[in-house]
């Protein structure tokens, strides 16, 4: 980026080794590093989705956080869910094709918890955010196909909105970057509030 749009005022850590959410920062011109968080991600008995992703992104946040103490740093959690259902990342091919399949013609909610935390000035505060996304439908053979390429099998949902996977979407409300695993406008927010980032006048 020739001229990046914020300057970066104190030390960033995006807890998160996701090359999605790395490209999102970068694109902001945000002055970061990545230290991926390695947390117990089980859902709880009947943990809502918006419970859920809070819980994980504050815990990848606070645990970057407990050697990296002056830092700011952002944890983030994706999760695709049917009312109030979580839909994982699929485990195999056919997993993932039954995910597709109850996903096919109909409306989903794409949650993301987003975590800023910071030890030193004893800074937690977190957003969830929500995307609806609607599917069109289409025959299990154009599915397997996807499926072959190999992009459903470490996506929330079986599904890559920001790849291939985009053809499999017919409508979106709400935040595109949000659906795709980092709430941007809520990110850039939440950086100027706190004072970490300023625009690159």
Do not use: W
Not at 26 to 53: C, K, M, Y
Request: glycine share 8%.
């Amino acid at each position: 980026m020739n001229h990046p749009l914020f300057t970066t005022e104190k030390r960033i850590i995006l807890a998160s080794s996701s090359p999605r959410r790395i490209r999102f920062m970068r694109q902001l011109g945000l002055d970061f590093t990545s230290v991926p968080a390695t947390i117990d991600e089980t859902p709880r008995t009947n943990e809502a989705p918006e419970t859920f992703v809070t819980r994980l992104a504050t815990a990848k946040a606070e645990s970057i956080g407990k050697h990296h103490t002056q830092a700011f740093v952002i944890g983030a959690d994706t999760i695709v869910a049917i009312q109030n259902k979580i839909i994982g990342k699929p485990d195999t091919p056919d997993q993932a094709l039954q995910i597709l399949q109850q996903l096919q013609g109909t409306s989903h909610r794409v949650v993301t918890g987003l975590c800023l935390h910071c030890p030193a000035i004893s800074l937690t505060t977190s957003i969830v955010k929500t995307t609806i996304v609607t599917f069109g439908s289409f025959p299990d053979t154009v599915l397997k196909a996807y499926i072959d390429t190999g992009e459903p099998m470490d996506k929330a949902g079986a599904y890559g909105l920001q790849g291939t996977g985009g053809f499999l979407v017919e409508k979106i409300v709400g935040s595109c970057s949000n659906a795709i695993g980092l709430p941007t406008n809520d990110l850039v927010g939440l950086l100027l509030t706190h004072e970490i980032i300023r625009p690159n006048t």
